[in-house]
């Protein structure tokens, strides 16, 4: 039995200082990672990310997620080595194909294949493995090496992935998985049953794979307000994930309405359509006694780490402070069956090889 995890997850939109403010907070509440999301048109995590490891001294940081389309592996290598540098050992790295990229006109072919091959280059850089790759998106010239020291060989890498085959890969290759965009406990024996099958191929113990769940969150004294503001943030997200979902039965006719209103930029009138059962499996929401509620649900099912999302609040400091303040006492993190949490300070924990290939239906089911 393992104490589960909680993580604060941020949208890169803030001004230079918020970050470091924010994450002050958070860890001095004892939340225990802090996450910046990698959505479109956002600031790139590795800004905010930086400024938050110069302001804390224990949560673990990382990206959730990068994508190997628009940011090439060497890339990523380079910037997990600078955060692991800057907080110390605390990085990890989140991968996974990403979303909305048709709209700045790049393509994704073959996700499952520029996953694992992008997680096979990261490392090999960061190990000093000159020795080249070939693979069949990507690919390293004998000699090809970083040309600085590095913190760690290998900071924890966590997949994004809804699908079986990303979850089979994340059970070959991944330390942790996230199924950002759900709240739902019916969706942890799904995920964990679909990580089994590639642990076991892989030769590793489907438990050392850990569940992350994730899903915008707004908490606060007035439960109504929150939960108004959790659907107008959740529209947009609901519009991308909730058919992946195996576990919900959703209207096609309500969902294609929230399409429809979230492609012509009415969020707000888009959330109004999505009723309270609903709205519960895709965000946090409500009061604090709501919202530990929820998480309750999410740790007593056995994740590694349950992620309160942006906006948090009605505001960002207040929905820290009182997720902090309020919401984290009323948690028992020991309620479910967990595997140990990944990369604390020196821990160098080792990776399979990345193996796999296949073909995505949609943009996160991978």
């Given at each position: 039995?393992?104490?589960?995890?909680?993580?604060?997850?941020?949208?890169?939109?803030?001004?230079?200082?918020?970050?470091?403010?924010?994450?002050?907070?958070?860890?001095?509440?004892?939340?225990?990672?802090?996450?910046?999301?990698?959505?479109?048109?956002?600031?790139?995590?590795?800004?905010?990310?930086?400024?938050?490891?110069?302001?804390?001294?224990?949560?673990?940081?990382?990206?959730?997620?990068?994508?190997?389309?628009?940011?090439?592996?060497?890339?990523?290598?380079?910037?997990?080595?600078?955060?692991?540098?800057?907080?110390?050992?605390?990085?990890?790295?989140?991968?996974?194909?990403?979303?909305?990229?048709?709209?700045?006109?790049?393509?994704?072919?073959?996700?499952?294949?520029?996953?694992?091959?992008?997680?096979?280059?990261?490392?090999?850089?960061?190990?000093?493995?000159?020795?080249?790759?070939?693979?069949?998106?990507?690919?390293?010239?004998?000699?090809?090496?970083?040309?600085?020291?590095?913190?760690?060989?290998?900071?924890?890498?966590?997949?994004?992935?809804?699908?079986?085959?990303?979850?089979?890969?994340?059970?070959?290759?991944?330390?942790?998985?996230?199924?950002?965009?759900?709240?739902?406990?019916?969706?942890?024996?799904?995920?964990?049953?679909?990580?089994?099958?590639?642990?076991?191929?892989?030769?590793?113990?489907?438990?050392?794979?850990?569940?992350?769940?994730?899903?915008?969150?707004v908490v606060a004294t007035d439960g109504p307000a929150a939960r108004a503001?959790?659907?107008?943030?959740?529209?947009?997200?609901?519009?991308?994930?909730?058919?992946?979902?195996?576990?919900?039965?959703?209207?096609?006719?309500?969902?294609?309405?929230?399409?429809?209103?979230?492609?012509?930029?009415?969020?707000?009138?888009?959330?109004?359509?999505?009723?309270?059962?609903?709205?519960d499996l895709f965000a946090f929401s409500g009061t604090p006694e709501q919202?530990?509620?929820?998480?309750?649900?999410?740790?007593?099912?056995?994740?590694?780490?349950?992620?309160?999302?942006?906006?948090?609040?009605?505001?960002?400091?207040?929905?820290?402070?009182?997720?902090?303040?309020?919401?984290?006492?009323?948690?028992?993190?020991?309620?479910?069956?967990?595997?140990?949490?990944?990369?604390?300070?020196?821990?160098?924990?080792?990776?399979?090889?990345?193996?796999?290939?296949?073909?995505?239906?949609?943009?996160?089911?991978?």
């Open positions: 039995m393992n104490v589960a995890e909680i993580g604060l997850g941020l949208q890169s939109d803030k001004r230079p200082g918020d970050y470091a403010r924010l994450a002050r907070r958070a860890e001095r509440h004892g939340f225990d990672v802090l996450t910046v999301f990698g959505d479109l048109m956002y600031q790139p995590p590795i800004f905010p990310l930086l400024e938050m490891a110069a302001a804390t001294e224990r949560v673990r940081l990382g990206p959730a997620c990068l994508n190997p389309y628009s940011l090439a592996p060497y890339e990523i290598a380079g910037q997990l080595a600078a955060l692991d540098l800057a907080s110390d050992g605390r990085a990890y790295l989140g991968l996974a194909r990403g979303t909305w990229l048709g709209a700045v006109g790049i393509a994704q072919p073959r996700p499952l294949t520029a996953l694992a091959e992008a997680a096979e280059v990261v490392y090999r850089l960061l190990g000093g493995d000159a020795e080249g790759y070939e693979g069949e998106v990507f690919r390293l010239e004998p000699g090809t090496r970083l040309r600085y020291d590095v913190r760690r060989p290998r900071p924890p890498l966590l997949l994004g992935a809804w699908g079986p085959k990303g979850a089979a890969l994340a059970g070959r290759v991944a330390d942790e998985i996230k199924v950002g965009g759900s709240a739902n406990p019916a969706m942890v024996p799904v995920i964990r049953e679909r990580v089994r099958a590639g642990a076991e191929e892989a030769g590793r113990d489907p438990g050392d794979v850990g569940i992350v769940l994730g899903a915008v969150t503001r959790a659907r107008t943030e959740v529209a947009m997200y609901l519009a991308v994930v909730a058919e992946l979902d195996p576990t919900v039965d959703i209207p096609a006719d309500l969902l294609a309405r929230v399409r429809e209103l979230v492609d012509a930029g009415q969020d707000r009138a888009a959330g109004g359509l999505i009723p309270d059962d609903l709205l919202v530990a509620a929820q998480a309750q649900t999410l740790i007593d099912a056995g994740v590694r780490r349950v992620e309160f999302g942006t906006p948090h609040g009605l505001d960002d400091d207040r929905g820290v402070e009182l997720l902090g303040a309020a919401v984290l006492p009323m948690l028992d993190r020991s309620g479910g069956t967990t595997a140990p949490a990944p990369g604390r300070p020196h821990d160098a924990r080792p990776h399979g090889g990345a193996r796999a290939a296949g073909r995505s239906r949609r943009g996160l089911e991978v």
